[in-house]
């Protein structure tokens, strides 16, 4: 892990009109690192996703990535410096092929590297099995493979990924996390948003809790799954 970090969120906060969202929160995340967001419902990961993506506005506070600040650029510019997004509720485009869908994930390139589609269909064979299929009749697994591949495609070096096990099957959700490692020692940070605790730590370097719009608390996957207060709270385990 180096000093520097890959990217870094200080004293954050983002209002939906006048209800505080994210209330100041701060974190980082190291090159090479799955670092992952934890949180019950409405507690303000996605907010914190969309405003990473600058599909939302922060009130106060800064996102930086490699140095560069993100706050007050426009949402199409976050793909290019390299950061890429999977979204909750995955979002893929029905009425498209699979393969239709992955080479939009490509429209901030000059041109479609076919290496990186080859890449997404080893990552996930299924995908090319079915890439002339309407992505609008894939299963709510496979259509997490295509958001996942889609947003490859614009080869990310941080990846955004907002509840990849929503909705799926468990047997899947560990094909889907199996292959999240991949892609991590592939070279690629990511910033995993989950409600599934357990799998999320057995799979990430590092966590953060957030509760209502603040972080509850910290630390590496270990510590925070042997956290009384985390395995209570997410785990299901009573003490
Ligand atoms: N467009 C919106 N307008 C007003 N309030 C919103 C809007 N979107 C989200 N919120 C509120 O902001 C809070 C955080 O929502 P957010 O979607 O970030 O939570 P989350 O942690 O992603 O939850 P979940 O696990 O259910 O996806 C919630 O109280 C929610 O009601
Ligand atoms: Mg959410």
Redesign the pocket.
């Known amino acids: 892990m180096s000093n520097q970090p890959l990217f870094e969120i200080k004293d954050l906060e983002v209002s939906?009109?006048s209800?505080a969202?994210?209330k100041g929160i701060s974190m980082e995340v190291h090159k090479g690192e799955i670092v992952t967001i934890l949180?019950?419902?409405?507690?303000?990961?996605?907010?914190?996703?969309?405003t990473i993506s600058q599909l939302l506005k922060a009130k106060s506070g800064s996102i930086r990535f490699k140095n560069a600040e993100l706050t007050g650029l426009p949402a199409h510019k976050i793909v290019g410096l390299g950061i890429s997004h999977s979204p909750?509720g995955r979002r893929v485009f029905g009425i498209l092929t699979v393969e239709e869908n992955l080479l939009l994930g490509a429209y901030s390139c000059k041109s479609v590297d076919r290496k990186v589609l080859e890449w997404v269909y080893d990552l996930f064979p299924r995908l090319k099995e079915r890439r002339k299929q309407l992505s609008g009749t894939l299963s709510g697994g496979e259509q997490q493979m295509l958001a996942i591949g889609r947003a490859l495609m614009s080869k990310p070096e941080m990846l955004l990924l907002?509840?990849p096990s929503?909705g799926i099957a468990p047997i899947l959700v560990k094909a889907i996390f199996k292959q999240i490692r991949a892609i991590a020692d592939n070279g690629v940070t990511v910033l995993l948003?989950e409600?599934n605790a357990k799998a999320a730590l057995k799979l990430a370097d590092r966590g953060y809790v957030?509760e209502?719009?603040k972080i509850a608390t910290s630390g590496t996957s270990e510590e925070l799954l042997s956290s009384e207060k985390v395995q209570e709270a997410y785990l299901g385990k009573k003490h």
Do not use: F, H, P, S
């Not at 419902?41 to 996605?46: M, S």
């Open positions: 939906y009109g209800i969202a994210i949180g019950a419902n409405g507690a303000g990961k996605t907010t914190c996703m969309r909750e907002d509840e929503l948003v409600q957030l209502v719009g």
